[in-house]
């Protein structure tokens, strides 16, 4: 199975030699370098910044249980889990702060992942490279991901310790405002843009690129409403100098791993199916996604997460422009009817489901498999140019320039064989309202299952107001649990509250 070079998963030990009382007793362990041994060539800063890659594969991120906050706490989807305590995470039933499959361990891994960053920009500047210009690369790609990591942690928990140094066992790291913690991630993305590259060459799949960089910063500026700055971003991408992506024909590329890397991927997670063992820093480390297993349906994995049926509903009313169902619908969710109306059968069986039953078919593996297991080798298309045109135009929507936002909608429709938009939809017109409204819907259509939906939520307000809330529990009753000003922000682990005089837990909790 091919994979890059990235899926290389360097474990950095930078331990502190432990000394004992006596100077004849201090020894030193030759299988624990000290930063001081250990930053000193080039291939260290190689290892170094791909150990930061390597947390993808860990179980608080990208491997696992980010996918439960992003995915099931929205609207999208939600849990059933005989795990009632993984389940009520999905529900806003907070009980215990400390959870640690739906709160602990990615506030862990995200902060380890940010530990592994600040190392990199720290003790990289001090090596004598003969190639400078990859050793501004090596920088720009630790800003990228520090970058990364602190906007999640900034759209999950607001109010989180800004570290930006390799930290120590006895820090105590101030708390900063959601605010804060953005305009630092605009930082590292402004200095990440000028070090990286528009591409890389093959061996090199998978790093970041300058329209990862505008990308992120493109959503960073529309979370924030900065909406001139948010279309300066990601006019690089549409129609500026980094205006090399294109959606692939088949939409369905893009959540299998027969087209990986395609023209239509911004940034995508590198995962492979070649080592077997678990999540932790072992020799044999996964650097697999256990999604597909906990998101397949009943009797193939453990089904704890599902896909909420308004989604089905969603798909079938508009027509394509033959006259039949959008072929979207047929890549993006398992539900009963999926035979009878396309024809596919699950895993290659047929199966009896509650009629009001649905899961998410983007990223599982039924294409050429009749089960799953915790080590699918799918890349994770974490930003694909979709959903750049998407939010381009709701950028020029919300800057008034609702005409010119049509047409990356019907770049995104035409795709699906959908007509375009002012054709099924004439009553909208240039009114900023009713498009927004319309492209909540189009973002559904196109995204579904794909992390997007909580930020959207977020960004639109509509977890602002009991009314927006209400409206949104219709279609998922999850919600009528959602308390707002509280569950906008997931509580901070109490250990960490506990443990830090400098962090408070976040307000209503």
Not at 103 to 132: C, G, H, M
Not at 217 to 225: D, I
Not at 268 to 274: A, H, N, S, T, V
Not at 425 to 431: K, M, R
Request: negative net charge; contains cysteine; glycine residues 6%.
């Amino acid at each position: 199975m091919k994979k890059t070079a990235i899926l290389t998963t360097v474990i950095c030990s930078l331990l502190t030699a432990v000394s004992c009382s006596k100077d004849e007793l201090d020894l030193q362990n030759p299988n624990a370098l000290t930063t001081d041994q250990y930053w000193t060539t080039p291939d260290d800063a190689e290892k170094g910044v791909n150990s930061i890659y390597a947390m993808f594969y860990k179980d608080g991120l990208w491997a696992r249980w980010l996918y439960f906050r992003l995915d099931l706490t929205s609207d999208e989807g939600f849990s059933k889990s005989p795990w009632v305590e993984l389940a009520d995470w999905t529900r806003f039933s907070y009980i215990n702060y400390n959870f640690w499959e739906g709160n602990t361990v990615t506030w862990r891994d995200s902060y380890k992942a940010i530990f592994r960053a600040n190392q990199v920009l720290a003790y990289v500047p001090e090596i004598e490279f003969s190639n400078a210009e990859r050793k501004e690369q090596i920088l720009g790609e630790a800003r990228f991901f520090r970058a990364l990591h602190y906007y999640y942690l900034g759209v999950l928990w607001e109010n989180v310790p800004l570290v930006l140094e390799p930290s120590e066992p006895n820090d105590l790291p101030e708390q900063r405002t959601k605010e804060e913690v953005f305009a630092q991630v605009e930082k590292d993305l402004n200095e990440a843009f000028g070090a990286l590259p528009p591409t890389w060459d093959a061996s090199q799949t998978g790093r970041p690129t300058k329209g990862a960089v505008k990308a992120m910063l493109g959503k960073l500026y529309m979370q924030q409403h900065r909406w001139e700055e948010a279309k300066t971003a990601l006019e690089y991408l549409v129609t500026g100098e980094g205006a090399i992506y294109s959606l692939v024909d088949n939409y369905e590329d893009n959540f299998t791993h027969l087209n990986e890397n395609n023209a239509e991927s911004v940034f995508e997670i590198q995962y492979g199916d070649q080592r077997k063992g678990g999540t932790g820093e072992s020799a044999d480390a996964s650097v697999s996604t256990t999604r597909a297993q906990f998101f397949a349906p009943r009797g193939i994995g453990w089904s704890d997460g599902q896909a909420r049926f308004w989604l089905v509903d969603a798909f079938k009313q508009e027509e394509n422009t033959n006259g039949g169902i959008d072929e979207r619908l047929r890549y993006t969710l398992f539900y009963p009817g999926l035979h009878e109306d396309f024809g596919d059968k699950v895993y290659g069986k047929d199966w009896e489901w509650d009629e009001d039953e649905a899961w998410f078919r983007k990223y599982q593996r039924d294409y050429y498999r009749e089960n799953e297991d915790y080590f699918s080798e799918v890349n994770y298309r974490l930003i694909r140019y979709a959903d750049i045109l998407l939010r381009y135009a709701e950028v020029l929507n919300e800057l008034g320039m609702t005409s010119d936002a049509y047409q990356y909608v019907d770049m995104v429709r035409e795709r699906a064989d959908m007509p375009p938009l002012a054709e099924a939809y004439p009553a909208i017109g240039n009114n900023r309202e009713a498009f927004l409204n319309r492209l909540k819907t189009e973002r559904v259509l196109e995204l579904c299952g794909e992390s997007m939906r909580w930020e959207d939520l977020k960004r639109w307000g509509d977890l602002d107001e009991q009314a927006s809330v209400d409206e949104i529990a219709q279609r998922d009753p999850d919600f009528g649990n959602f308390d707002v000003g509280r569950d906008i922000r997931m509580p901070i682990p109490q250990v960490e509250v506990e443990n830090n005089p400098n962090l408070e837990q976040n307000p209503g909790y």
